[in-house]
Structure formats: structure tokens, C-alpha cells
């Protein structure tokens, strides 16, 4: 199992209660779609999964780390080298080509990957010939296939992605799924979703729906 959360809680001020004792399993290799009302608790419950957030109580275990226990620095290397983070804006920076902005994480974290790695991730999201390429010359799917080659750079345990085709029309939407549906079976990418979807939704292997910061069913 590469995910697991025990009884999670966060609250914010004024006592907002964005989760309210959360418990799951995420088994590795499986795709699962999180999906629920407005204000129900997803995106509260992925980021502190993925360690952007920290949960005020309860447990939570990624590839084999408590996350509670992890001080701020062992919590940024994890995040940075066992997490990917997909968004629904794409968070592209313009002035870099896509292969620059696919290594750019691994740039600030001091490592420069090589061309070759850098070829086999864009290669991966079907993009190996646009790796020059500046964010303003590529559409929205391809923008956003380039936000899933840099997420994917560190060969992630979990590939996290908040409403990652929210931006998209239909059709490029059903591209961008068929690429996450692929990373599952064929790369055992354990990958995780938030949507509102119903056909997001069937893309993956089990649906998770919130309601009130708990997991309804
Ligand atoms: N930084 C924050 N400060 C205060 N309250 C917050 C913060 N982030 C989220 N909340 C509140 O926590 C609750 C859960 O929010 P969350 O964003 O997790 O819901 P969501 O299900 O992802 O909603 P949506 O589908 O609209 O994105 C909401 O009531 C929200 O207003």
C-alpha cells in the first residue's frame, strides 16, 4: 500500500472544520478519483496528503513515512522527491520551454537532470518533439501534459492532481485521461484525482466521495 490515512483532521480558523476524521487506503498502481460538493474537504484532504498541508490529528503514511512525525526539512524532501502535484491551472512559467519547466523542480532542488531524462519525460506525455517549445506555443492539454512530464520527473509514489482537466474542453479533457489512465497500467503510477467529473470519474478504478469533511463512501 503506498497511501494510508487514520482518522485525519484539519481545521481552520474560525473553526472551519475541513476534515473530520478521515480514513483511507491507497493501494499502489490503483487511479482513484476524490470527488464530493463544494467545501466538502478534496483538495484539504490531498494536500495534506501530499504533505503541502499539515493535518491537525491523525495519521498519515506515504510510502512507508509517517507524515506526522516528519520535522519541516524531511517534509520538503519528501514532498519534493516522493509527491508529484498536478493543478488545474497548469503553473507553466512562460519564459521557460517546456523542458526547462519540466526540470525546474529538480533545478532548485540543486540536481540538473540530463537531456536524455529529460527527453524520456517528455516522451512519456507524448511531447518529445516540443521540448523547445514555450508554454504560449502549446495548447491547453499540452500545457498541461508538460505540468504532468515535471511532476513525474522524480518518479513520484503518488502523482497528486486537483482537477487536472478543469481547464480543459471535453475532448482534450478525454487526452489528458487516457495519458493518466496509461501512466497507471502501464508504469503502476499510483495516481490520485480530485473532480466534479462523472466522466473524469470513470477513468479510474475506484470513486471516493466526500461530503463534510468526511468520506461519505
Ligand atoms: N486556507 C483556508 N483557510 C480557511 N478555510 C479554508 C482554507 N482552505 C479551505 N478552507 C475551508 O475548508 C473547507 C474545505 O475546503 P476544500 O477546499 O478542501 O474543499 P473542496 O471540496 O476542495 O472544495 P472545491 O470543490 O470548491 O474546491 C471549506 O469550508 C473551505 O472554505
Redesign the pocket.
Given at each position: 500500500m503506498t497511501l494510508q490515512l487514520r482518522d485525519v483532521r484539519k481545521t481552520?480558523?474560525r473553526g472551519?472544520v475541513?476534515l473530520n476524521g478521515v480514513s483511507a487506503r491507497f493501494e499502489a498502481g490503483s487511479f482513484t478519483a476524490v470527488m464530493?460538493?463544494?467545501?466538502?474537504?478534496?483538495?484539504?484532504?490531498l494536500h495534506c496528503a501530499a504533505g503541502l498541508d499539515r493535518a491537525d490529528s491523525g495519521e498519515i503514511i506515504l510510502a512507508g513515512a509517517s507524515l506526522t512525525g516528519l520535522g519541516e526539512t524531511a517534509l520538503t524532501l519528501l514532498r519534493r522527491d516522493r509527491v508529484g502535484f498536478v493543478f488545474q491551472a497548469f503553473n507553466l512559467v512562460p519564459s521557460l520551454t517546456a523542458a526547462q519547466n519540466v526540470a525546474l523542480p529538480a533545478r532548485l532542488a540543486g540536481r540538473k537532470p540530463s537531456r536524455s531524462e529529460l527527453a524520456a519525460a517528455l516522451a512519456a506525455v507524448g511531447l518529445q518533439a516540443r521540448g523547445e517549445h514555450y508554454p504560449s506555443e502549446l495548447s491547453g492539454g499540452e500545457q498541461q501534459r508538460v505540468a504532468i512530464a515535471r511532476a513525474l520527473l522524480t518518479r513520484p509514489a503518488v502523482l497528486f492532481a486537483d482537477e487536472p482537466t478543469g481547464a480543459l474542453d471535453s475532448q482534450t479533457s478525454r487526452e489528458v485521461l487516457t495519458l493518466l489512465r496509461k501512466l497507471v497500467d502501464d508504469e503502476g503510477q499510483t495516481l490520485i484525482i480530485?473532480t466534479?467529473d462523472p466522466v473524469a470519474a470513470g477513468y479510474a478504478d475506484r470513486k471516493v466521495q466526500?461530503a463534510d469533511?468526511v468520506i461519505a463512501c
Open positions: 481552520y480558523g472551519v475541513a464530493g460538493p463544494s467545501g466538502s474537504g478534496k483538495s484539504t484532504l480530485i466534479h466526500m469533511g
